[in-house]
């Protein structure tokens, strides 16, 4: 007997492959240690709140229960926090799997999800593993003012046709650092059907320092009643430095939520993340600090790749996409003999560019001797 177990897939598995992380980066700080400079997955050099590890602490006797299903401390922190109703948050093992779970939920076989080239390579992914059709839009032009190789929002309010049922921005957006203000989203939005869920991924959201660009989350006060097809994700990998705990967030109107719950699995946030969040979240000085040091460096690290002649896109986020007009396959293997981890981006379909995370000073200065 012979078993074809991949043959066994479903269509919408059959397409696709396992994520590929890269280098492995366990062997790498077994091998270097302290001289390893991770630069490529955009987690914050800072570390998390000292107030995250003693909260962990106080929760270990009680790991043998259960985490709460409901989340509801975090939830009712949260719901202070973004002067929304704890019935309007949905919990995530990461907001990854918010993401993956909104294709489950809004997506299927007969319908279609709209994101922008370059837009987060989750977007994808989950599209395909809902067996939905794709429908990539164009991004913006290199060399457009504000927001080279930005989403393009006209085009993606044009490209929604009558079978879409999701659609999916990043504001910032990862690879390309780039956002769109609130006017333009409130543009947006009064563009699109109401036949359709719109996804703003915020996950990069608390490093924006520009004026007139705030968080969709506005939208979505008094119950989300004014906007209910919107829902908003956010993260406490980035901003918040528990990229390692996997715990995210989505905001929505209370029958958006509501939908998401029916296929949320219960215990999807473990019991220790659970309170780690809210200690992060409680921790305003600590959250401003990550934040001030991400602005200054965001800034000093561009200057200086700048002032080696090279291309720095605009950032409100926490890395750079840097274009070194070549192939930059071979600069990326060059900087990783020096022990420094960047993110290449060819699997974007830039290939000239690689994806640079803001560390510490010293961090930078590390990359800067290694790019020289
Ligand atoms: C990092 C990232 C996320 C997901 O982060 P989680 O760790 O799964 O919460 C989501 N969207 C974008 C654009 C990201 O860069």
């Known amino acids: ?5 991949a043959g066994l897939a479903n269509a919408a598995t059959a397409k696709l492959r396992a994520y590929d992380p890269g280098h492995d980066l366990p062997a790498l700080r077994h091998q270097h240690g302290e001289r390893l400079i ?37 939830k009712c922190a949260l719901a202070a926090h973004l002067a929304v109703e704890p019935a309007q ?18 997506a299927d076989a007969k319908t279609s999800v709209v994101y922008s080239q370059y837009g987060f390579a989750v977007f994808s992914i989950a ?12 991004a913006l032009p290199a060399d457009h003012p504000s927001a080279p190789l930005g989403h393009d929002l006209d085009a993606m309010a044009a490209a929604v046709r009558p079978d879409t049922r999701l659609l999916y ?6 690879p390309t650092g780039t956002w769109f203000d609130d006017a333009a989203l409130d543009r947006f939005l009064q563009r699109l059907p ?8 915020e996950a990069y959201a608390e490093y924006v320092t520009t004026p007139g660009t705030g968080s969709a989350v506005r939208l979505l006060r008094n119950g989300g009643r004014q906007q ?26 209370v029958g958006a939520i509501a939908v998401v719950e029916r296929l949320r699995e219960s215990f999807n946030v473990n019991s220790l993340a659970l309170v780690a969040a809210e200690a992060a979240l409680a921790d305003v000085a600590h959250a401003q600090r990550i934040r001030d040091h991400t602005a200054i460096e965001r ?9 080696l002649g090279l291309r720095v896109f605009p950032s409100q986020t926490n890395f750079l996409l840097v274009d070194f007009g070549r192939e930059a396959g071979e600069i990326e293997t060059q900087l990783f003999r020096h022990a420094v981890v960047v993110r290449p981006m060819a699997g974007y379909g830039l290939p000239t560019c690689l994806r640079i995370s803001i560390g510490t000073r010293a961090e930078s200065e590390r990359l800067l001797e290694a790019l020289a």
């Open 1 to 5: 007997m012979s078993w074809d177990i």
């Open 38 to 74: 991770e630069l490529g997955s955009n987690e914050t050099s800072l570390g998390a709140s000292p107030a995250v590890a003693a909260a962990i602490t106080a929760a270990l006797p009680d790991i043998y229960r259960y985490p709460d299903p409901k989340g509801g401390a975090l």
């Open 89 to 106: 948050i949905a919990l995530g093992n990461g907001s990854h799997e918010l993401l993956m779970l909104l294709a489950q939920c809004f």
């Open 127 to 138: 599209t395909a593993a809902a067996g939905a059709q794709a429908v990539c839009v164009p």
């Open 169 to 174: 921005v990043a504001n910032p957006n990862n």
């Open 194 to 201: 109401a036949h359709l869920v719109v996804v703003v991924d």
């Open 228 to 253: 209910p097809n919107l829902i908003v994700t956010r993260t406490f990998s980035k901003a918040y430095a528990l990229a390692g705990l996997r715990v995210g967030y989505a905001v929505g109107s």
């Open 299 to 307: 800034e000093w690290l561009a200057d200086r790749l700048r002032a």
